[in-house]
């Protein structure tokens, strides 16, 4: 029987977390792990793991990107996806160089015309990067692929 393989769903609160959630039945067969910030509207997400918001300050900061990177240690995905915004660049450089994952980002919806800065940050690492607008096929590249409004 093939293993199937296990999923680190990444996304900060609010707006990334909402279309997470959107859509979170396509991984309901397989073993997925959230990666979020620890908010009201997350708080009680099974299988959720809470790092410090990067975004507080460094000492946040460096306290974030090490539980990331812990985290990732503990459950080595196969794959990494992520709906933003700035929590998924550590964890996306962390899964790409130290141990082989392949890396989904789906740009957010509200990103029309312009790329979000962790799309940019993400793009050169990415395996499949999605945009759900297509003028901003013309903003990233190649490697940018249009699938519509997923959300």
């Known amino acids: 029987m093939k ?12 707006g990334h977390y909402t279309e997470m959630l959107q859509l979170w039945d396509a991984f309901e067969d397989y073993p997925k792990f959230l990666l979020t910030y ?8 099974k299988g959720a ?3 410090e ?9 460096i306290k974030g990107v090490v539980k990331t990177f812990m985290i990732l240690l503990r459950e080595r995905p196969d794959i ?6 700035e929590i ?15 890396l989904i980002y789906l740009e957010c919806s509200a990103q029309v015309y312009r790329p979000s800065l962790t799309g940019r940050c993400v793009y050169p690492i990415t395996d499949l990067f999605l945009v759900q607008w297509e003028p901003l096929l013309k903003k ?3 490697k940018a692929k249009y699938v519509g409004g997923l959300i």
């Open 53 to 61: 918001n990067i975004f507080r300050g460094p000492l946040a900061f």
């Open 80 to 85: 990494l996806f992520s709906t933003g915004s």
């Open 3 to 14: 293993k199937r393989k296990k999923i680190g769903l990444i996304c900060s609160a609010g």
């Open 88 to 102: 998924a660049a550590p964890a996306f450089y962390f899964g790409k160089f130290l141990f082989g994952t392949q």
């Open 38 to 45: 620890r908010e009201v509207t997350t708080k009680d997400q």
């Open 140 to 142: 990233y590249g190649p």
């Open 49 to 51: 793991y809470y790092v």
